[in-house]
């Protein structure tokens, strides 16, 4: 029996990164277009290239979501999947990855496939592929294969993101947000903070001006949101450890949360947070 953790690339995680030997890991890549140039956000991708590609090119660039094709390999290669990809208000990825079960389970109707949308990215995906793995560990046959999706889609629901990023041009210009008033914002040192509804959309909640004051606001935020008690934190920062280390520090100052970990963001991620970006899931 094989158990299969299938993700997309806005997950962050990287393939060489998930260790578990009795678990099969794949994650399926989004493309990125910057002028002419398609990047594959896969483990070989270079990111200060990408960021460097971006800067250059000011003209068009866009992301695309993986094949219907791509997960369906990805889903063949195991017995039990389960599948988390980004917002499918975001992205088509969600549907690609629908499309893809049924696809394998009309030849293969042995096979078990779940698929969950994260109605976020980045950390909600990362701490929905650890959730996963654990419990997955506890049942190597998969004989509780639909409680283990039930739990999932709950600790899904329970997961939170919140994030502020430098620049929200990308997010912007390919309609993923709204505009923001105006370019003042960014040239008066104001920090937009932004979070995933429910539904999996991006909704501006707040600004603040100055780093501190703007972290200070965002982990108010957080602790708004849900009780974070005990809680799990991952920051996912585009080439920015030291900001976020610092916001680490204010995070463990004022929530009772369990453990803050700090992930680097792939391409994708790093295509929409820009540079020095920061999103925070718990
Ligand atoms: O299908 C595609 O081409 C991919 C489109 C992805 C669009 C948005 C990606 C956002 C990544 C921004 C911060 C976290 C957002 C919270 C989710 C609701 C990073």
Redesign the pocket.
């Known amino acids: 029996m094989i158990w299969n953790i299938v993700t997309d690339s ?1 997950s962050d995680v990287l393939e060489s990164s998930f260790t578990n030997e009795r678990i099969r890991f794949e994650s399926v890549p ?3 277009l910057v002028g002419e140039t398609e990047y594959i956000d896969n483990d070989a991708l270079v990111i200060p290239e990408l960021l460097n590609a971006m800067a250059a090119e000011k003209s068009a660039s ?4 993986p094949s219907p094709e791509a997960f369906a390999q990805a889903f063949i290669a195991g017995d039990c999947s389960i599948c988390f990809t ?2 499918a ?5 969600y549907n690609a990855a629908v499309l893809a079960r049924e696809m394998v389970l009309e030849d293969h109707p042995e096979k078990k496939i779940c698929i969950i949308d ?5 950390g ?1 995906m990362e701490l929905l592929i650890r959730r996963a793995a654990e419990l997955m560990e506890a049942d190597p046959e998969g004989t509780n294969f639909d409680g283990i999706c039930d739990q999932l889609r709950m600790y899904q629901a329970s997961l939170r ?1 919140v ?1 502020t ?1 430098e620049a929200y041009d ?2 912007i210009k ?1 309609g ?2 709204r505009p923001l008033v105006g370019n003042l914002l960014h040239s008066l040192g104001i920090h937009v903070i ?4 429910p539904q ?4 501006v909640c707040g600004k603040a001006k100055g780093e501190l004051r703007t972290f200070k606001a965002l982990v108010q935020h957080m602790g708004e949101s849900k009780d974070c008690t005990g809680a799990e934190v991952v920051i ?1 920062h585009c080439e920015n450890l030291t900001g976020a280390m610092r916001l680490r520090d204010v995070i463990v100052r004022e929530l009772p949360v369990k453990s803050v970990g700090f992930c680097s ?1 792939r391409g ?2 790093t ?3 820009m540079q020095n ?1 920061l ?1 925070v899931s718990f």
């Open positions: 806005s989004l493309r990125i866009s992301t695309a979501c980004i917002s208000n975001l992205s088509g990825t994260s109605k976020s990215t980045a909600a993101t994030f990023l990308n997010l390919n993923r947000m932004a979070d995933a509804t999996g959309t991006i909704h996912h963001c994708l991620t295509y929409y947070a970006g999103i």
